[in-house]
């Protein structure tokens, strides 16, 4: 039914591999330098009978520890703790004074409020009304009138 293709044979390619190439390491610039003294030549023979003659070379003297401290570091933590410690509690010490400073001030201020406005409530109902004029009370009436008061 349907016509058979040709089979086709992959078209070969050329491939190109690319692999990095290390760069060399650039030697440090060697400094000639001039040697304090001259070194002595020291000759040593070999169990087979051959004699080599060189320079001595010193051993390579170990860098020095690292000194310790004089006091450990969980010795110095738990000392910086401690005094972080007493600030905190000192600071909630001052905070807690402040605080009861400002309660008693508060308080003071209620009851000067408390005072002015009574002396005002005081003057506003003991004192002459506005519309008396001035009522003059006859002493000897009031007290003949109490005398005789039958209620």
């Given at each position: 039914m349907f016509p058979e293709h040709p089979r086709h044979v992959p078209a070969e390619r050329a491939v190109e591999v690319h692999?990095?190439?290390?760069?060399?390491?650039?030697?440090?610039?060697?400094?000639?330098?001039?040697?304090?003294?001259?070194p002595t030549v020291a000759s040593i023979v070999l169990p087979n009978g051959q004699i080599v003659t060189g320079y001595a070379i010193e051993p390579a003297k170990p860098e020095p520890l690292a000194a310790k401290p004089a006091v450990s570091r969980t010795a110095v933590n738990v000392a910086l703790g401690g005094i972080g410690?007493?600030?905190?509690?000192?600071?909630?010490?001052?905070?807690?004074?402040?605080?009861?400073?400002?309660?008693?001030?508060?308080?003071?201020?209620?009851?000067?409020?408390?005072?002015?406005?009574?002396?005002?409530?005081?003057?506003?109902?003991?004192?002459?009304?506005?519309?008396?004029?001035?009522?003059?009370?006859n002493i000897r009436k009031a007290i003949f009138k109490r005398n005789h008061f039958h209620g």
């Open positions: 692999h990095p190439t290390p760069i060399p390491p650039i030697p440090a610039p060697l400094v000639p330098m001039q040697p304090s003294t001259v410690f007493a600030a905190v509690c000192g600071g909630l010490l001052v905070l807690t004074t402040f605080i009861a400073a400002m309660a008693a001030l508060i308080h003071q201020l209620i009851i000067l409020a408390a005072v002015i406005f009574g002396g005002w409530i005081a003057v506003q109902v003991l004192g002459p009304r506005p519309g008396d004029g001035g009522t003059v009370v």
